[in-house]
């Protein structure tokens, strides 16, 4: 089945360090791939996405590559700021078949400081 | 406007006793679902329903019963809480028929069980 592995954290960096959050995932065919953001007592935000391999997704500083040959959609942001303090998903979602459930890696915890 | 909505936000609950969380969608979709997101924010899918359908039934209680009315409402009834049912429970819509299955979640229902 569908599988996705992203390092758990927790992550604590001061505020304009560099963030990578890893995210490598095993799947059939040719899965589309999500972060999502989940700021304290809130619900989960899509924050970017991609589709197809060598696509890039990027939203508010953040891009993610799809890169089928290592099987991974890593989570950067060149100077991140108090306010990206959340939990991060990796997630994806199969293509045809019964693959309608979006399934989620466990999380990552980043914590930045002032 | 609220695109998915769940009320109540949060539940305190005796053991033993029986609840339900609702939720609605106003996008259109013709997804739901819901998630149960434990301490450690591990985030497990229960149910789906496409067009009032059910589609995904994970290894659920039987003491969960989702009941979706029309393709707006999906609800979920607990039956004989337990202490281990304590989490937030999350409602979200997506559509199946085109798109890249984005899901847009509700804010979350925080249901503790003492």
């Known amino acids: 089945g569908n599988s996705v592995t992203q390092m758990e954290g927790p992550v604590t960096l001061s505020e304009e360090a560099f963030l990578t959050i890893n995210c490598t995932y095993t799947a059939t065919g040719y899965p589309s791939l999500f972060w999502y953001v989940q700021y304290p007592g809130e619900g989960l935000q899509l924050l970017l996405k991609?589709?197809?391999?060598?696509d890039k997704g990027s939203n508010k500083g953040f891009e993610a590559t799809y890169r089928k040959e290592t099987t991974s959609f890593h989570l950067e942001k060149g100077s991140v700021q108090v306010s990206d303090s959340a939990v991060y998903f990796c997630a994806l979602r199969g293509r045809g078949g019964s693959n309608y459930k979006l399934t989620f890696g466990k999380g990552t915890l980043l914590t930045v400081n002032p | 406007d609220t695109a998915v909505s769940q009320t109540p936000k949060y539940l305190v609950t005796q053991m033993g006793n029986d609840k339900s969380i609702k939720c609605e969608q106003n996008l259109g979709h013709d997804t739901m679902y819901w998630y149960k997101q434990d301490s450690k924010k591990f985030l497990k899918i229960m149910f789906s329903?496409?067009?009032?359908?059910?589609?995904i039934n994970e290894t659920v209680p039987n003491r969960f019963s989702p009941k979706s009315p029309d393709k707006a409402h999906l609800n979920l009834h607990i039956n004989s809480l337990e202490l281990g049912d304590s989490a937030v429970y999350f409602c979200?819509?997506?559509?199946?028929?085109?798109?890249?299955?984005?899901?847009?979640f509700g804010e979350g229902s925080r249901l503790t069980v003492l």
């Open positions: 991609a589709t197809k391999a060598d």
């Open positions: 979200a819509s997506s559509n199946l028929a085109g798109g890249t299955g984005e899901l847009f």
């Open positions: 329903y496409n067009n009032k359908e059910l589609i």
